[in-house]
């Protein structure tokens, strides 16, 4: 069983920054995938980065590439996910999951531990 837990969101302004952090316990982090959602006001959850258990390969969704960074260091059990040039269409609680299979990983379904999420606001 993993336990996950995100922080780092807050309020911004736009074209602003902002670091989130997901640390992992009660499992062995090198053996997941991680990935980070979000879910907009009233929108499903939608899928913005993830990262193989070395941190070797890279996934993105359209929307956030060239603006986001997704990273991991295995020794501390972290995940991060660095935002750059927000916008107000950013804003969305942030999840962070954890899965063991490269499997469909930008479908919520895929992923097997959540972590409560962390507010982001941008505003304009």
């Known amino acids: 069983q993993v336990q996950l837990v995100e922080s780092g969101g807050g309020l911004v302004q736009a074209g602003g920054s902002l670091r989130l952090s997901c640390a992992a316990s009660?499992?062995?982090?090198?053996?997941?995938?991680m990935g980070w959602f979000r879910q907009p006001p009233g929108k499903d959850r939608e899928f913005v980065a993830s990262i193989t258990w070395s941190g070797g390969v890279t996934y993105y969704a359209d929307s956030v590439k060239g603006r986001f960074t997704i990273s991991r260091d295995n020794a501390k059990n972290t995940v991060f996910l660095q935002m750059n040039s927000l916008k107000p269409e950013d804003t969305a609680v942030y999840y962070c999951?954890?899965?063991?299979?490269?499997?469909?990983?930008?479908?919520?379904?895929?992923?097997?531990?959540w972590g409560q999420g962390t507010q982001v606001t941008v505003s304009s």
């Open positions: 999951a954890a899965t063991v299979l490269l499997i469909d990983i930008k479908i919520p379904n895929s992923y097997h531990y």
């Open positions: 009660g499992g062995t982090f090198g053996t997941y995938i």
